[in-house]
């Protein structure tokens, strides 16, 4: 099966998920925004910025202009940050409404908007009417885009209430090294990949302040509680949270320095400013707009995030980390399980 592929953003992920579908032997056009970008693709088949040292397959193309490289596209990948995915959305949907093609639309973005607290697949679905398409879904799960550029083992899940676009998708993009299994929970895989990115800035804290193992475990431990606590709230299956975009991720973005989020957190364990980190880093790091919305949304449906809480009064009140670490260890003794 031979699939022509469009991809928008052409950031770290975006780059090593076109490379890999080219490998796959799809038609793969990968669009961004800058012509210096899309130059360095086409005719070095290199995007140093993002992927140093990583050789493209050649047959890759790139191209800023968003009509053309969407042109028949049997399936569009969103892999632009969360916040900008409603602007990318609305570009689209006029080029799509001039044809009768309607493509799968898959999101690989990780987060929850600003603003409106959706969940990226609703944002694409609140721009794009399901008449445009055949079919909304998201790929998460445990995916550094490092370890996959050199063909290491991963494993997504791809999710959907379109059992069928799910398993079109998990096809076109399995190979020896990248295998995808479906669900059709997408509430729970998208809160479990969004949320985790916010108990990952607090993982890389704990790293950069010099605290040990158990530390670690409690923080993934009581995390994954709170993750599930508000994805049930919005109407995820609880089993969802012990998967692929659940633990699987949290563990892989927790224990990482490829994680950007985690990067972070451990910079500002370290004594660094929040701006400094983010201006420095040249990638997005979705936990930090995420914990914002987790925080407001938790409110919201009143549901108990001391963590996400805590980093959010890190990240947005200034709060010293050893302060806000003290508050969590000094709330009052509960039970472990809420039932
Ligand atoms: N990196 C990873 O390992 C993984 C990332 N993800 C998720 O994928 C998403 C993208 O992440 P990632 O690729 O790492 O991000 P990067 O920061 O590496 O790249 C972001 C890309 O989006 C582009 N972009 C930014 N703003 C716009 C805009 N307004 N219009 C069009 N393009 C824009 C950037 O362009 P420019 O360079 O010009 O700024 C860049 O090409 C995130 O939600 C992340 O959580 C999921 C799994 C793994
Ligand atoms: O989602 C990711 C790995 O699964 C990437 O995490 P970071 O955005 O923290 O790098």
């Known amino acids: 099966m031979s699939e022509k592929i469009a ?13 890999l579908l080219t490998e796959n032997g799809h038609d793969v056009t990968i669009w961004a925004y800058l012509q210096k970008d899309t130059d360095e693709i086409n005719n070095k088949h290199t995007n140093e910025h993002y992927l140093p040292g990583l050789r493209l397959n050649e047959k890759l193309v790139a191209n800023t202009d968003l009509a053309e490289s ?27 409404e001039k044809t009768d093609k309607k493509p799968v639309i898959v999101s690989a973005a990780k987060g929850l908007e600003v603003g409106t607290y959706d969940r990226v697949s609703q944002v694409i679905q609140s721009v794009i009417p399901a008449e445009q398409t055949n ?15 050199v063909k290491d083992i991963t494993t997504l899940t791809a999710a959907s209430t379109n059992l069928e676009a799910a398993q079109y998708v998990q096809h076109v993009f399995a190979n020896s090294y990248f295998r995808l299994y479906t669900n059709q929970d997408v509430i729970g895989v998208e809160m479990g990949a969004a949320l985790k990115n916010v108990i990952a800035i607090g993982a890389g804290a704990l790293h950069g302040l010099g605290y040990g193992d158990n530390a670690k475990a409690a923080l993934i431990t009581r995390g ?30 927790a224990t990482s320095r490829h994680s950007r989020n985690w990067r972070c957190g451990n910079q500002l364990g370290h004594g660094e400013k929040l701006q400094d980190v983010l201006d420095n880093m040249g990638q997005v790091v979705e936990g930090v707009s995420t914990a914002k919305v987790a925080h407001e949304l938790a409110q919201k449906e009143g549901v108990e995030m001391p963590i996400t809480d805590a980093i959010y009064a890190v990240l947005y009140e200034d709060k010293p980390i050893k302060q806000a670490i003290t508050d969590l260890m000094q709330r009052e003794s509960k039970p472990e399980f809420d039932y």
Not at 7 to 19: E, H, R
Not at 135 to 149: C, F, K, L, M, R
Not at 226 to 235: A, C, P, Q
Request: no cysteine; charged share 15%.
């Open 7 to 19: 991809v928008l953003g052409a950031g770290s992920w975006g780059t090593v998920l076109a490379n």
């Open 70 to 96: 969407v042109k028949d596209a049997d399936l569009v990948l969103f892999v632009v940050p969360t916040n900008v995915v409603r602007g990318v959305a609305k570009q689209l949907l006029p080029i799509l």
């Open 135 to 149: 079919g909304v879904v998201v790929i998460s799960g445990p995916s550094h885009a490092e370890d996959t550029s």
């Open 224 to 253: 994954l509680a709170e993750i599930s606590r508000l994805g049930v709230k919005m109407g995820a299956d609880p089993l969802t949270f012990i998967g692929l975009s659940g633990v699987g991720d949290l563990i892989v973005t």
